[in-house]
């Protein structure tokens, strides 16, 4: 009954051999692609080119302007917030006027539209992270964003992975003050896979069910 030409058996058996072989390259090249493709949210090291050369080493460090004076959204609100260029024009309508950089500070500042900085940090729309607890809480800027007063350029410090978000919630001893009052934050779904009024977008479907899924999903 064997009606198969033997160029046929040969590829035949060949298949039986090589297709797992090559779902298992066609895995490989999926994973690799993905994992260099991946977001940029996730790469630590994470640093766009601005729009002007700002310095937090010059301002934030020599000259010691606190984190609060630009960020004063941290303590409260969920966002930290990156400051309109009127704050920054609180002292260049007189501070280094003949530079270039602050010539189209200036520009800016004047169009009435604000500064296309790149946004180096950010988490998916799935997950809400709020400043206030932990801030408020004692835990320093640095702790998460390194030490950003010493950079000229400011680069992604953090991993933006649940792991290490979780990894701090188990055990906050290290990032909080010595004194401090609290031990952990939250390890429930909910407390970062919350409806969240401050995004855009709808929530993905498996995270509508996630309470029943506690217990089995990890
Ligand atoms: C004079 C204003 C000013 C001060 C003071 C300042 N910053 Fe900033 N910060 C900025 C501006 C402008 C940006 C956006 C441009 C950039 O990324 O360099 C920024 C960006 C950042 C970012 C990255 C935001 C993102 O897109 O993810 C972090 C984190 C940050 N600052 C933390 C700090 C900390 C911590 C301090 C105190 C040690 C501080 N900043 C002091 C103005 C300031
Ligand atoms: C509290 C005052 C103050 C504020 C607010 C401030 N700066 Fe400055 N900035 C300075 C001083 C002082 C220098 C000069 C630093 C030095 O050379 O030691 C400077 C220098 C600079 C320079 C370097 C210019 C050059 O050509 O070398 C840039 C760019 C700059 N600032 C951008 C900004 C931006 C953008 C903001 C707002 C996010 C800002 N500054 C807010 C005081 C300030
Ligand atoms: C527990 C870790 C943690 C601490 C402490 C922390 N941040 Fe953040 N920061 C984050 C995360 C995570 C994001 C990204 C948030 C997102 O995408 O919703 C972020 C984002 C930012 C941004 C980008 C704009 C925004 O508001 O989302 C700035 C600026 C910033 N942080 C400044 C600060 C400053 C200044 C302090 C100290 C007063 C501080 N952060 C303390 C974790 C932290
Ligand atoms: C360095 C330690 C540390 C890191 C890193 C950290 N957290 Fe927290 N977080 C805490 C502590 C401590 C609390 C509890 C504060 C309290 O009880 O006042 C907390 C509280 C929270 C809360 C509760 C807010 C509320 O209103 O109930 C959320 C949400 C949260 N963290 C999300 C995140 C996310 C998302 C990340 C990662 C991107 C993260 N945290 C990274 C220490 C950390
Ligand atoms: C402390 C904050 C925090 C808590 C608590 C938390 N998550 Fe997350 N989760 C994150 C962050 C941050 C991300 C995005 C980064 C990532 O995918 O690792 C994420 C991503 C996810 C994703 C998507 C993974 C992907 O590939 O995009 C799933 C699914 C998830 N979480 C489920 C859960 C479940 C189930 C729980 C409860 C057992 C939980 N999370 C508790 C912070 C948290």
């Known amino acids: 009954m064997n009606d198969r030409t033997p160029t046929a058996q040969l590829f035949l058996a060949f298949g039986h051999g ?7 390259a066609v895995l490989l090249t999926i994973l690799t692609v993905g994992w260099f493709t991946q977001p940029d949210r996730f790469q630590r090291g994470y640093s766009p080119a601005q729009p002007i050369p700002y310095s937090h080493r010059l301002h934030a ?5 606190p984190c609060l004076y630009c960020h004063t959204n941290a303590r409260r609100s969920r966002h930290a917030g990156v400051p ?8 260049h309508t007189v501070t280094m006027t003949a530079s270039p950089h ?3 500070l200036t520009a800016v500042f004047n169009s009435g539209q604000p500064m296309n900085w790149k946004r180096i940090h950010s988490l998916p729309d799935h997950v809400y992270f709020d400043h206030r607890p932990h801030v408020n809480g004692g835990i320093e800027c640095q702790t998460c964003h390194g030490e950003i007063q010493s950079l000229d350029v400011v680069s992604q410090h953090m991993s933006m992975r649940m792991g290490n978000c979780l990894g701090c919630h188990r055990d906050a001893h290290d990032g909080l003050p010595s004194d401090s009052e609290i031990q952990e934050g939250p390890e429930h779904c909910n407390a970062c896979h919350r409806r969240n009024p401050y995004k855009r977008h709808g929530y993905p479907a498996w995270m509508t069910s996630l309470e029943s899924q506690e217990a089995s999903r990890f």
């Open 102 to 104: 602050i010539q189209k």
């Open 61 to 65: 460090g020599i000259h010691k302007i």
């Open 84 to 91: 309109a260029v009127s704050t920054c024009m609180n002292c």
């Open 18 to 24: 090589i297709l797992p072989a090559g779902a298992t």
